[in-house]
């Protein structure tokens, strides 16, 4: 867990990080480096959550690569299955990382929604709903490793 003090948002206790895997996590499939490493890393403190709608067919390549299962979601109102997903967990106590027009509503929903930017693009739907803006997961998985990073931004 993951406690921050954010002046004007208040205490949170943050269990869970949530994560899109295609254009976050994986660039055309392909998981970027270092990125099994850094979940696990984080697994120590976050209970880590991978969505993916398993577009490229390569879920159990990447679950293997990854060493966690990764939750499949349906094609089709995709935005709104990951958010069901967040308020499922408690939003309020998840960290939610995305870039695409279909994690809109979970950056929103989550107690802290941030947004990466990719190679694969990322919407201005998903950069509306996110409380931060990072250049790439690198640095999205940076400031939860050092979460005071996190109350200097969102401080208000």
């Known amino acids: 867990m993951i406690e921050l003090n954010i002046p004007g948002r ?6 869970h990080l949530v994560c899109d895997l295609n254009g976050t996590l994986a660039v055309d499939g392909n998981l970027l480096e270092g990125i099994p490493r850094i979940l696990k890393k984080l697994s120590d403190r ?3 959550h991978v969505l993916t709608a398993n577009t490229r067919k390569n879920l159990d390549t ?8 990764v939750h499949t979601i349906l094609r089709g109102e995709e935005s709104q299955q990951k958010a069901a997903y967040v308020r499922a967990l408690g939003a309020e106590t998840v960290i939610a990382i995305g870039q695409g027009a279909n994690d809109a509503a ?8 941030i947004c990466v930017i ?5 919407s201005i739907s998903a950069l509306q709903s996110a409380d ?7 640095a999205a998985f940076e400031l939860i490793e050092k979460p005071l ?3 200097a931004s969102l401080r208000q």
Do not use: D, W
């Open 46 to 48: 976050l209970a880590v």
């Open 149 to 151: 990073r996190l109350v």
């Open 62 to 69: 990447i679950e293997l690569q990854l060493g966690l299962s």
């Open 106 to 113: 979970m950056l929103r929903e989550a107690a802290i929604g």
């Open 118 to 122: 990719s190679q694969e693009g990322t």
């Open 10 to 15: 208040g205490l949170l206790r943050l269990e």
């Open 132 to 138: 931060l803006l990072v250049p790439n997961i690198y």
